[in-house]
């Protein structure tokens, strides 16, 4: 079945230590995005690609860095710099990155401080 | 003030019961409107999607876009406990996607 893979499903971060997170799709879609969801907010995009070797940056980039090597993979780093990673982190991914076609999510990476 | 405005809930339901789940927005250019479901610790799961103003209708779900109001709304008929749930709504006017959403409005569906 076609569909969003996030791995781990819960991840700790040590202080000073970056951690990424992988998100993986086989639904052959050209844009993909990672956002983070805080108790009682809604989503808030991060960093969004809508073509290999090509990123932006969302609305709270600040402390997190992204890749996008292949078109099915968009990992997410979040460094030490991010003071405040505690967090649920949801990739998604859409077929051309038009406002057309909805995005679809993954079922997410809960990320916690030790 | 956010782009986004959506009470957090609860609402809580009697089964059988509608539903009714609202949203209002500032910005104009919003053309592109979407309802999502989320359970526990899961991803958000698209239920509907409408563009510019009026209804759609999808089995036991309605979604509402009033444009002139800036109001969208999202109509879930003979409710079950299985509709517990947050539901989200966004919307975009961008090209690419960049989506807007609300805090999400948390629903309980009581047997």
């Known amino acids: 079945d076609g569909g969003i893979t996030q791995s781990p499903k819960y991840l700790f971060r040590k202080e000073g230590q970056n951690v990424t997170l992988s998100c993986e799709q086989n639904?052959?879609?050209?844009?993909m995005y990672w956002y983070r969801q805080d108790p009682g907010q809604g989503l808030r995009l991060i960093y969004y690609?809508?073509?290999?070797?090509?990123?932006q940056k969302g609305d709270i980039a600040e402390g997190y860095s992204v890749s996008r090597e292949k078109k099915e993979s968009f990992p997410l780093t979040v460094t030490s710099a991010q003071k405040n990673p505690t967090a649920f982190y949801l990739c998604?991914?859409?077929?051309?990155?038009?406002?057309?076609?909805?995005?679809?999510f993954g079922d997410g990476t809960r990320l916690s401080i030790l | 003030q956010k782009e986004v405005e959506q009470d957090p809930g609860p609402l809580s339901v009697p089964e059988g019961a509608i539903v009714s789940l609202n949203c209002t927005y500032s910005?104009?250019?919003?053309?592109?409107f979407m309802w999502y479901r989320q359970y526990s610790r899961k991803g958000p799961e698209l239920l509907m999607y409408?563009?510019?103003?009026g209804n759609k209708e999808d089995g036991r779900f309605t979604a509402q876009v009033d444009k002139s109001s800036k109001y969208i709304s999202l109509f879930i008929r003979d409710s079950q406990p299985s509709d517990s749930a947050t539901y989200l709504c966004?919307?975009?006017?961008?090209?690419?996607?960049?989506?807007?959403f609300g805090a999400g409005t948390q629903v309980v569906v009581t047997p």
């Open positions: 409408t563009y510019s103003s």
């Open positions: 966004a919307m975009t006017t961008d090209s690419w996607g960049k989506l807007q």
């Open positions: 910005n104009s250019a919003f053309q592109y």
């Open positions: 998604a991914s859409t077929l051309q990155g038009a406002s057309n076609q909805p995005q679809h």
């Open positions: 639904l052959n879609h050209d844009a």
């Open positions: 690609s809508q073509i290999v070797n090509d990123f």
